[in-house]
């Protein structure tokens, strides 16, 4: 179902900043299901609160001034743990590993046609879930897929390598190294992997770090690069912050960053803008569920 709305969204041109616009076609789309014809209008309410929420929360700029807690590359203990878990729980049920592995898709179908292993890079790995997810659905694919997973924080590195050695099989433990280093100068060479990935990352930096990185990330990948990060959008950012309430047992930095990120991520008019700054070649930016976008060159 989502992937019906999605897709008539991309073909209702790209106007899914707007949140009324949004909420009109997602009220046609009812109506047209229900067979309804006339006035009657069966999102009224909800057109009414979200464009109160838009009102009230502008999200016409981004917060780049607004400083996550995962931002401070000290966090650690129990608060960083807890965050680091609910990532992977948002990464499995809100589309952050449905994103990645169909932006890749294309790139594992074509290694296991040639044969051949894959290489790829996740810069700001947090926990390293999508590289576990990301390995061992290559592997039934048969396709050997090598992941180098980096991140900032020493501790977030240190929960990566006792997560991993816990959760995967040794043969495919093997296939992921946990490294602690700095995205934005990458201690690789060029063309070190076919592919380099950031999740839930570059909303972390402003324009000039934003495409500091993607430069970084095409750089060492021979064949292209996957990002996938929030849409600013009132309705995710209302709806993380009524999920972080409502989910029991979630983690105090993830009820304050989450709400936040969505704050801080980039539009599809800005993504383009930022691929262009760093000269990315063949850029498609494609929205996914839910509330992300996916800027891909692969
Ligand atoms: C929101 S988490 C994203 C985790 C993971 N990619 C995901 O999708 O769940 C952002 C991560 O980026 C890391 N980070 C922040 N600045 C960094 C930098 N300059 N280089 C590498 N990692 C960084 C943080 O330590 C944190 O673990």
Redesign the pocket.
Known sequence: MHNLLQYHLIFTKERTDDPRALVRWASDLLRRAAGLKGHVDLLFFPSALVTWADHIISLDERAPRHQ?Q??D?GAGGAALDGA?AD??W??RWLG?WASVRQALRPLVKASRAARAALRLV??????A??PARLVRWADGQGVPLKVVA????PH?VAFARAWLDRRLPPYLRARIEVRE????DLAFEEGAFDVAL????LH?FDAAGAARLLGEMDRVATRGLVV?DLHRHPAAYLGVKALAKARPGTSAMFAH?APL?VRRGYRRAELRALATRADLNGAAVRWRWAFRWVLSTV
Do not use: I, V, Y
């Open positions: 996550e995962m931002d590359l680091l990532l992977r948002a990464n952050g996740d810069l700001g790995t947090g926990g879930d999508l980096l991140d900032a924080n977030a280093g700095d995205a934005l950031a999740a839930l990352f972390h996938s960053d990120s």
